[in-house]
């Protein structure tokens, strides 16, 4: 072994260990040290956080786009990820695999000052509808009233009626809505190209695949 050799035959009594290597150190060999009941001062173990992490996201949305906030908390230590490593002092031993698992939800943000952004509308949904349901089970999530505004749908206030014309011998269809001839319209189109949501002007998403209004999406 690398420190047995250097005190064997350096005849060294003492080995420093700087920047990455006391990470290797607490993560390696202090728990050998341990584990053979060897002799660790308490300085020591009250410099190392070897924590199992508990991680916090913070979502935002702002000028059409989202943003979010990634924290690891290793006992009392608080690291924003990806790129903090102030443990205050102490020595953190992370777990980077976990930490990594957490952060795949966000492959399709940008990181910019240590915050997460995305502003496509298509990978917005797609976020919110495949990886919010994952990240739930990872992590514990916290919305702005902005973000929690960010809904997806499978209904908007339209309402249709039918009416058989026996004069003409027709059937009339009348629809109703609150929503504005843009919008309408532009659903109509999203529709018709057959795309799976359509995004409504308060931010908000209209699920056209799985939407309980399809038909009357088809009628218009």
Do not use: C, W
């Amino acid at each position: 072994m690398p420190i047995y050799h250097a005190l064997a035959t350096e005849g060294r009594t003492q080995i420093s260990f700087k920047g990455d290597n006391t990470i290797l150190f607490a993560t390696h060999v202090l728990p050998d040290i341990r584990s053979k009941h060897g002799v660790i001062t308490r300085g020591i173990e009250d410099m190392i956080v070897d924590a199992k992490p508990t991680f916090e996201v913070y979502f935002d949305a702002t000028q059409g786009g989202i943003t979010a906030v990634v924290k690891a908390n290793y006992g009392s230590i608080g690291l924003r990820l990806p790129n903090d490593v102030n443990g205050n002092g102490k020595i953190v031993v992370r777990d980077y695999e976990i930490e990594n698992d957490l952060l795949s939800s966000f492959k399709m943000f940008n990181l910019q000052d240590g915050t997460f952004m995305l502003k496509s509308d298509r990978e917005i949904y797609l976020f919110l509808s495949d990886e919010i349901p994952v990240l739930k089970e990872k992590a514990k999530l916290y919305y702005s009233d902005r973000f929690a505004g960010l809904k997806i749908m499978d209904r908007v206030d339209i309402s249709a009626s039918v009416i058989y014309n026996s004069g003409v011998d027709l059937l009339e269809a009348d629809f109703e809505s609150n929503l504005s001839y843009e919008q309408i319209s532009g659903i109509l189109s999203a529709v018709k190209l057959k795309k799976r949501f359509y995004r409504l002007s308060n931010g908000s998403f209209i699920d056209l695949e799985n939407s309980k209004q399809k038909d009357i999406f088809n009628l218009l």
